[in-house]
């Protein structure tokens, strides 16, 4: 059993879920966000989710979603964890007991309540007026450092092969999450990508365990 985290969001199709699960990485994401470029549809993600069950764990992205479809969504796919990266207040999200609250960080965590959440995890990721994730931003990684303190962090946000390693050096997270740096383009991820990205962050999270 490993005592960390690697996801790979944003999975839209079978053959990049295996090219996820072959590289060693522990999640994959499904993005229920409609207006997201790499959303896939519930019943496309149940599809290849039965084909994978039991081999990694398996997380939906909501933003902003109804309650009862998040419910109904989270037991079709049969969801491992239910990472909601939007707006959700602290009753909406300690609903569920296997949560994932994502905050994007601008320059401070001063407006960031971490207490008021009883999550499995806080997802930390860039700030963007207009996208809600998966764009590639990074932000300043002491903030995600000093956020320890209030649980198990997963680092987003500008991640690729080439700078997981620091990330993981400089933050010590529980996890980290990729979405657009193992892309060919949104959606369409990149085999080779996905390896190394493991690799090396499988690699550092060895170093500090």
Not at 123 to 132: R, S, V
Not at 142 to 165: Q, S
Request: some cysteine.
């Amino acid at each position: 059993m490993t005592s960390y985290f690697i996801k790979i969001c944003g999975i839209t199709n079978y053959d990049d879920t295996v090219s996820v699960i072959d590289a060693g990485a522990t999640a994959i994401g499904f993005n229920f966000f409609p207006q997201s470029k790499r959303y896939i549809n519930p019943i496309a993600a149940k599809e290849i989710a039965d084909k994978i069950r039991g081999k990694i764990s398996i997380v939906g992205v909501f933003v902003n979603e109804e309650l009862s479809s998040v419910k109904a969504i989270g037991a079709m796919v049969k969801l491992t964890y239910c990472q909601f990266h939007g707006d959700e207040d602290p009753e909406y999200v300690n609903k569920f007991p296997n949560a994932i609250k994502s905050f994007r960080i601008n320059d401070s965590l001063k407006n960031v309540y971490f207490d008021d959440y009883k999550t499995a995890a806080f997802l930390l990721d860039a700030y963007d007026e207009k996208e809600f994730g998966g764009t590639g931003k990074q932000f300043n990684w002491l903030l995600a450092r000093e956020a320890n303190e209030f649980g198990k962090i997963i680092l987003a946000g500008g991640l690729n092969d080439g700078n997981v390693g620091s990330a993981i050096e400089i933050v010590q997270p529980w996890g980290v999450d990729v979405s657009s740096g193992v892309e060919i383009e949104p959606g369409k991820k990149d085999k080779k990508k996905i390896q190394q990205f493991v690799l090396n962050a499988r690699n550092s999270f060895e170093q500090l365990n």
